[in-house]
């Protein structure tokens, strides 16, 4: 089976940067998706990564490691709008659902 | 907008009704995906379809059943509905692809039980 691993709840400042982590342990790795929900809105796509390092996009960073069942998400010059949750996903190899973590609840504040 | 779309948005029922949710993929996807999303959990997935065939399936209640039309949209039924059954449902759509197949999110359907 698997289990993805992220903190519930962080707080951070406008402006500042924020990284919000996910462990994870499966058997088999094709993938690893993150997703911005905010409240009551459906997910949407920020990044994926498969291979080691690190993916920019704009103020959005997305970073993994394979080897330890790691990745973070990094956000920059964050923005009163970038409150929202942040779910990690796992794609299996050999599947093509994703496996969710429960989310990661951010709130910018001024 | 993520070019899947979703309907109704909202839907209220009473205990042991049956509702039928719908959703519509982007053009050119070819798979769909439904998830329940209630307040103490994620996303659980319920259910995949690829060009009409079922492919995986997850988390679902024997309660609830799915299918998907030549035209590609889907429908989710939950009949003797619970309570419990109170959640988001959110139909994705990718492509379909074994490697990168990244899953766009409809709006929802947000389902009260009373």
């Known amino acids: 089976g698997q289990n993805i691993d992220q903190p519930t709840e962080m707080t951070a400042t406008e402006g500042a940067i924020v990284q919000i982590n996910c462990t994870y342990q499966?058997?088999?790795?094709?993938?690893l998706f993150w997703y911005q929900q905010h409240a009551g809105e459906a997910p949407t796509f920020l990044s994926y990564?498969?291979?080691?390092g690190l993916e920019e996009k704009g103020r959005f960073s997305s970073f993994l490691s394979r080897s330890k069942g790691y990745s973070y998400l990094l956000l920059k010059e964050l923005q009163m709008k970038d409150s929202a949750s942040y779910l990690c996903a796992v794609k299996v190899a050999g599947s093509y659902q994703l496996t969710f973590g429960k989310g990661t609840k951010l709130s910018v504040i001024p | 907008d993520s070019g899947v779309t979703q309907t109704p948005k909202h839907l209220i029922t009473a205990t042991g009704q049956r509702v039928t949710l719908r959703c519509s993929p982007r053009?050119?996807?070819?798979?769909v995906y439904w998830y329940q999303q209630s307040l103490d959990q994620g996303l659980q997935f319920l259910i995949q379809?690829?060009?009409?065939?079922?492919?995986a399936k997850g988390n679902i209640l024997e309660r609830f059943s799915a299918q998907q039309f030549p035209d590609l949209h889907s429908e989710l039924n939950l009949s003797s509905l619970e309570l419990g059954d109170s959640a988001l449902y959110f139909c994705?759509?990718?492509?379909?692809?074994?490697?990168?197949?990244?899953?766009?999110f409809g709006p929802g359907t947000r389902l009260t039980v009373l």
């Open positions: 994705a759509s990718s492509v379909g692809s074994p490697r990168e197949d990244t899953q766009y």
């Open positions: 379809y690829y060009n009409g065939e079922e492919r």
């Open positions: 990564n498969v291979l080691d």
């Open positions: 499966t058997s088999g790795f094709n993938g």
């Open positions: 053009s050119g996807d070819l798979s």
